[in-house]
């Protein structure tokens, strides 16, 4: 049941497409302290279809139209990539808060720019790393943070599966879709390599480092094979822990993700589940202390209605925020930019140093 707040975020999304649908239109519905205020796409047919299925207060078919509206509180860029940083900053310079999917932008001097203006702003910008609001995996980062004591090492794997739309597809509604979308020049898919970090290596990054903290450094190879791609990268965090990244694009197998973690005082094993299956990971958390393990059951899997209410908490209560932020989403271009290089080259190559594109 739906349990509506008096006070409720004014939320605008930009763009009617596949994630919006799967995820951000039902989550400001759902939410209990945000409300879908307006929807916003180029796309007259599909802005139609949406607005009579979720029946937002304001429609809008152009963007600058929706930001110029007072009472709109908010964005969620649920753009194609290449528009994230361009769009996040005209929102910030209406003065409208952000939720920008990730990744927030394809080069570090992108996420550089919108990274100044959100400073310039004063507004809030919060990344899409939802898996930072599975509730297991908040367990695992307390026990990291409050009770692991030093972390001697982390492995961590995302291996998307050859059969993902198999499952997907039998669970989830077809996405409406129109032929006056808009979308970037050329094809985002062209380059395999680029395309397939952005979209899952900058998951991978932002777990690990939601966990362990600050990447300094990267020491990365590719393998490609029969069409897959795999990823083994090196990583040095700042607190002296070791890391393993295995991003593996796709596996013969089911869909395959999780971490393992080793710490003084304790170590955490996690499975992670395909995310339109909207369940939480699987965390055992083993306290060295007595010898036992927990497993946190995590009963609210729907990690993209809680990333919203997080980010309203921190508009209207004022709380610390609890997704990623904007030097977040930076700090994974850099990271990303970095294996690329470090594939290129062979070297290990220092976070700080990377510039350029993934």
Known sequence: MIRKQDRRLRVGVLGCGPIAQFAHLESCVKAGNADLYAI???????????????????????YDEMLADPQLEA???????????????KALEAGKHVLCEKPIGVSVEEGEMLADAVRRSGKVLQVGHMKRFDPALEAARDFVRDE?????????WYCDSTHRYTNTDAVQPLPVTSK????????????????FMLAHGSHLVDTARFLCGEIVAVRAR???????????VETEFANGALGHLDL?????????????LYGENGSVIAKTFNPWYFRASEVDIFHEKDATSRRPLGADGHFFRRQLEGLAET?????PMRGANVEDGLASIRAM????????????VEIASATGAV
């Not at 916003?40 to 152009?62: N, Q, V, W």
């Not at 006056?180 to 680029?194: C, E, F, S, T, V």
């Not at 930019?337 to 290990?348: C, M, N, P, Q």
Request: hydrophobic share 45%; proline share 5%.
């Open 40 to 62: 916003c796409d180029a796309a007259p047919d599909l802005l139609a279809r949406m607005a009579a299925t979720y029946e937002p207060e304001k429609i809008y078919g152009d």
């Open 222 to 232: 590719l393998n490609e094979r029969f069409g897959a791609y795999c990823w083994f």
């Open 180 to 195: 006056l979308a808009r979308k970037p020049g050329g094809n985002p898919k062209a380059d395999l390599r680029q395309y």
């Open 248 to 260: 593996t694009v796709a596996v013969r197998m089911d869909w395959h993700e999780g971490f393992q």
């Open 148 to 156: 692991i004591g030093e972390i001697l090492a982390l492995k961590a």
């Open 337 to 348: 930019v970095a294996i690329a290089r470090s594939v290129e080259t062979g070297d290990r």
């Open 315 to 319: 508009i209207l209560d004022g709380k």
């Open 75 to 89: 964005v969620i860029v649920a753009t194609s990539d290449a528009y994230h940083v361009p769009m996040s900053i």
